[in-house]
């Protein structure tokens, strides 16, 4: 997926997994009812955050991962009719 927009520094553009639509017994969730998704697909990454020292390190993301990041992690930005999540590396916490 081929995104117009570059996240600066650190900052990577997540793309939230849908909430889920029913329960595994099969009991269909009204939309007031749904979890805000906890993991999606990382579609940009930024270059990296300069250290103390300064020196470049690198971002340990790569486009296309799948990750985990905390329920109200991010900013949530919509573009071209999608929803996207702005947040640093560090709100990220793991990589499936």
Do not use: N
């Not at 998704?37 to 020292?53: L, M, N, T």
């Amino acid at each position: 997926m081929a995104l117009d927009l570059k996240p600066l520094a650190d900052r990577v553009i997540v793309l939230p997994a849908a909430a889920e639509e029913k329960t595994k017994s099969g009991i269909i969730i009204p939309d007031t009812a749904k979890e805000k998704p906890q993991r999606g697909e990382v579609v940009a990454v930024g270059e990296g955050k300069i250290s103390d020292q300064g020196v470049l390190v690198k971002s340990q993301l790569k486009v296309g991962d799948q990750v985990l990041y905390g329920k109200y992690a991010g900013t949530e930005i919509s573009l071209d009719g999608a929803d996207y999540l702005i947040m640093r590396e560090s709100d990220i916490l793991a990589v499936l």
